[in-house]
């Protein structure tokens, strides 16, 4: 078949019938279990733990307390390695800790027979704190009491910068405040957004488990990135990195939370411990939400100045985000969130950039779709809208006179546009939705209709693939051919639900001729067997793994030509692959089948010919990078007494360069939406403000959508060439969460007139700001 | 306490000694290997544990497996028709590419199946609700409804 066809998931009969295995589904018969004990303050230091009626309940093995562990630390965040020691992952993380930094850190293991028998057991342990006042929000952890002892301030990162009219950026630190003035600019008063900390809710829980053969770890874990696990469970727990063999089953869904290093190096610790026994650990919800990775909480200071035919002349952001307990991705994500601010729409006299990420008492946050992007567009679509009121302007009109264009050459990456569809995006959408029709109507309804109030709205994003060239970007692809003509193909990439197999598989495919039924593709992992891949991240498996898998086709089309020109004579550059055959280029004339060639080359017995078992391998290291591009139009209702939001209909059109599976593409955009409508209404993590303590770490408090709460979904693709990608493919996972929360929030403002500046727009916060407004009388 | 139980289990007789407050997530999964049965929340909230007890779609994680004595229970391990072919409505999952990780499935299946059991038809909005109680936070459900619109849908 090949690219641009919507061929069937690789995975999908297994996945129907329930034979496709998952790391809790493959545990060992006789593993141990294990049961973290969590702390049950948020801040301060473990005096003492008294295991002693625990280690007395039946079936315990061992208890392993925080001051059992070793005290070197090691980095979390599933990045590739650095090689340069200023960019390296900040390393603040120890198996357990004794000194506690959010509400449930992990201070304490219990190993027994069973999972209930470990769970009996923790619950009899005592612990002795010694209790410092929590600090949630950035504001008051900066110049609080230090949580890290290599970061005396609580503050992990900053990154300031100003971006001259040529496009030249200059970091120089900045003063920094909270207020809505940009620090030293009294000319520039910015609007305050604050958008809450969210959960990945990948529905499978993560899970890891780890035992040794000889003197070698094995570690099954549902990990995005198991190269980058390989190498920091090795460092935490002290193994050379072949000694670590890492397994990524099927996984069920990740997100970004399961790019992150979590109890990986706990149960090969303890397995170590117990003679390599299989120790396993499955999280429950409740611990998966708290105790893994969570999406930053942000506020975001924005200034959008504009001159009067419409331009904008001055930008300036500061966001103070939110990074939890440890450093995970330390300043990463709001890095990435406010550059997009600058690469994005460009203002001709002034461009300020302003960030910190702070430690406090929260869970750690990291990586979730869309990298502090969905945090960002949130402030700045929103801002976009409200600019445009204020001056009478069309919201879309206002956006197109300011967006980059094609040939954009951006500012911090120096890379430029080549494939651009953004416009043609908005217009596409802008004619699906009715936008103009619409915009009129409802201001008509909204004229005479009191609690009802229709609106329709708008957001629009520019989203990376890859991080090229901030972290080094590269795959590895192998392709083993049989004697019959089919292969296997090996790929370190991680399928995780987004259909990475499928696509990788047809880019094979397409250059070697044999069809995707007759192709392997390896679809666990396994470190021993895998080539080294960063993992799946940066929406990035089709855009740079993908053109490994193309590299790799190619150097195996050439080797298979050359081999059948060996065995009939006739010039490789005459041959080319078709149907499977060697065939004539000039003549169509079919010689042999890769099976011949394959079968001839691995059994021939002529006492003169070198066997050959045939294969191929490349590495592909991206040098180039790119920006997809997408818009989301939403028509809504509102009730205003009740604060309800009745979603009508979204449309979703996006530009990710050519469409290589277009049913596996829209997929991802209905599940890209329903995550961004998510966010928009309802989702958010809830802490007691006093003790730190999680509210709603179950999916019954944190309100995930359900079938009843999505829309009906229209989706487009705009498709456009990207030089740099696969047949002209760019990124597609991340982008369609990003613009969902400002196209709802502009719409409720085209409305009801009433601008909201706080996620999640729920009838508690929405009732709360009409009150505010006046439209409802309280 | 162990207690004897008898059940049906995808048509096959099964006598096992499990534990009184056992779930029958966990008989299925950890006693008869039956590792479809999904484990997201295990207190009733996500649907993954999904099987059908005497033909109803049941949360097996908030099912004691003492309860199941005498009943029959049916996982997507079973469910292969005569010439054990795909159950049309997994042909539907398939071919409506409804599935991403997948680990929401089989329980989605399952409740597929219930319906097209009832022998009854469903529009859109129906089926939104007969499948609240399952969540997916890969597909936005618009494929599933695709799928299971192909078979039990009010055209179909
Ligand atoms: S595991 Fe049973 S409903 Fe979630
Ligand atoms: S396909 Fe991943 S949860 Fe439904």
């Keep these: ?778 | 306490m162990m207690k004897i139980i008898n059940m049906v289990v995808n048509g096959k007789p099964a006598e096992l000694a499990v534990e009184e407050g056992e779930s029958l997530t966990d008989t299925l999964r950890n006693r008869l290997g039956l590792t479809s049965v999904k484990k997201g929340c295990e207190v009733g909230e996500c649907g993954a544990c999904t099987v059908l007890i005497d033909g109803v779609a049941k949360n097996s994680c908030i099912y004691l497996s003492v309860w199941a004595d005498g009943h029959s229970i049916l996982t997507v391990e079973g469910l292969r028709t005569e010439d054990c072919e795909l159950h049309p409505i997994q042909k539907a999952f398939v071919e409506e590419a409804a599935i991403q990780c997948g680990f929401c499935t089989p329980g989605l299946v399952l409740t597929g199946v219930e319906l097209v059991n009832s022998g009854k038809k469903f529009n859109r909005e129906e089926l939104r609700e007969q499948i609240s109680g399952h969540l997916c936070r890969c597909t936005g459900y618009e494929n599933i409804l695709n799928a299971l619109e192909r078979v039990v849908g009010k055209n179909s």
């Design chain 1, 1 to 778: 078949m090949g690219v641009q066809k919507s061929v069937s998931r690789l995975d999908a009969v297994q996945k129907v019938t329930g034979t496709a295995k998952y790391v809790e589904d493959l545990i060992l018969l006789d593993a141990l279990h294990v049961k973290v004990v969590h702390s049950t303050i948020a801040n301060g230091t473990v005096k003492g733990i008294d295991c002693s009626e625990a280690l007395k309940m039946p079936g315990v093995v061992t208890v392993l307390t925080c001051f059992d562990v070793p005290e070197h630390l090691y980095a979390t965040a599933g990045h590739p390695l650095s090689l340069d020691p200023n960019h390296a992952d900040i390393k603040d993380k120890t198996i357990l800790s004794a000194r506690v930094r959010y509400y449930g850190d992990d201070i304490a293991a219990v190993v027994a027979d069973t999972p209930l028998r470990a769970q009996l057991a923790a619950e009899t342990i005592k612990v002795e704190y010694e209790e410092l006042a929590p600090m949630l929000t950035p504001e008051v952890a900066l110049g609080g009491d230090a949580l890290h002892e290599a970061c005396p301030d609580n503050e992990l990162a900053r990154m300031d910068f100003e971006i001259s009219p040529e496009g030249n950026v200059s970091f120089e630190r900045k003063r920094f405040s909270s207020d809505a003035v940009i620090a030293g600019r009294d000319d520039l008063k910015g609007e305050q957004y604050h958008v809450p900390p969210v959960n990945a809710c990948h529905i499978e829980n993560n899970c890891c488990f780890a035992y040794m053969e000889g003197r070698r770890m094995v570690v099954y874990s549902c990990n995005q990135v198991p190269h980058t696990l390989r190498r920091n469970v090795a460092e935490a727990i002290g193994m050379p990195l072949g000694d670590v063999r890492v397994i990524k089953p099927f996984m069920g869904g990740g997100f970004g939370n399961k790019q992150d290093t979590m109890y990986e190096p706990l149960v090969a610790f303890l397995s170590r411990k117990l003679g390599g026994r299989c120790v396993a650990l499955v999280l429950t919800r409740e611990e998966t939400f708290v105790n893994t990775r969570t999406r930053h909480g942000m506020d975001l200071t924005t200034v959008t100045v504009a001159d009067e035919r419409g331009k904008i002349t001055k930008k300036a952001l500061r966001i103070n985000s939110n990074g939890g307990a440890y450093a995970a991705h330390g300043h990463a994500v709001a890095a990435y969130a406010i550059t997009n601010c600058f690469q994005t729409y460009i203002a001709s006299e002034l461009q300020l950039g302003e960030s910190s990420t702070a430690y406090t008492n929260l869970p750690p946050a990291a990586a979730m779709r869309g990298y502090g992007i969905p945090q960002l567009a949130f402030a700045m679509e929103s801002q976009m809208d409200d600019v445009a009121l204020a001056h009478g302007w069309d919201p879309i009109e206002f956006r197109k006179w300011n967006m980059h264009r094609d040939g954009f050459c951006d500012p911090f990456d120096k890379f430029i546009v080549r494939s651009y569809g953004l416009e043609s995006c908005i217009d596409k959408g802008r004619e699906l939705s009715h936008w103009d029709d619409k915009r009129r109507e409802y201001d008509e309804f909204n004229r005479s209709s009191k609690d009802i109030k229709k609106g329709i709205g708008m957001a629009l994003f520019s989203y990376k693939t890859g991080v090229y060239p901030i972290q080094i970007e590269n795959a590895a692809c192998r392709i083993v051919m049989n004697e019959d003509g089919t292969a296997q193909i090996q790929v370190g990439a991680t399928e995780l639900g987004q259909g990475s197999d499928t696509v990788l598989c047809q880019i094979v495919s397409e250059f070697t001729t044999i069809p995707e039924n007759r192709l392997t593709l390896v679809s666990a992992q396994d470190t021993d067997i895998a080539p080294y891949d960063n993992g799946a991240y940066a929406s990035r498996q089709t855009y740079i793994s993908g053109n490994a898998a193309k590299k790799t086709a190619m150097i195996l089309r050439s080797k298979l030509l050359e081999k059948a020109s060996l065995m009939t004579g006739v010039p490789a550059d005459e041959l080319t692959l078709k149907n499977e055959h060697a065939t004539v280029e000039s003549t169509g004339r079919e010689l042999c089948s890769i099976a011949d060639i394959c079968s001839y080359f691995n059994f021939v017995n002529d006492l003169k010919t070198d066997t050959e078992h045939i294969t191929a391998e490349a590495t592909f290291t991206a040098k180039d990078i790119c920006f997809s591009y997408g818009v989301s139009y939403i028509d809504l209702e509102v009730d205003v007494p009740l604060g309800k939001v009745k979603l009508k209909k979204v449309y979703s059109v996006h530009d990710s360069g050519t469409i290589l599976n277009p049913q596996l593409a829209a997929g991802q955009l209905h599940g890209g939406i329903v995550m961004g409508l998510g966010y928009a209404l309802g989702e958010q993590m809830l802490f007691d403000q006093k003790t730190g303590k999680p509210l709603n770490n179950n999916l019954l408090d944190y309100k995930l959508p359900t079938a009843m709460d999505v829309p009906e979904i229209e989706t487009h693709f705009v498709e456009t060439y990207e030089p740099s990608g696969p047949f002209g493919s760019k990124g597609l996972a991340e982008p369609p969460l990003i613009p969902q929360a400002p196209a709802i929030r502009n719409a409720i403002l085209h409305a009801t007139g009433v601008p909201i500046y706080k996620l999640p727009m729920n009838p508690q916060n929405l009732v709360h700001e009409f009150i505010r407004a006046n439209l409802i009388k309280s």
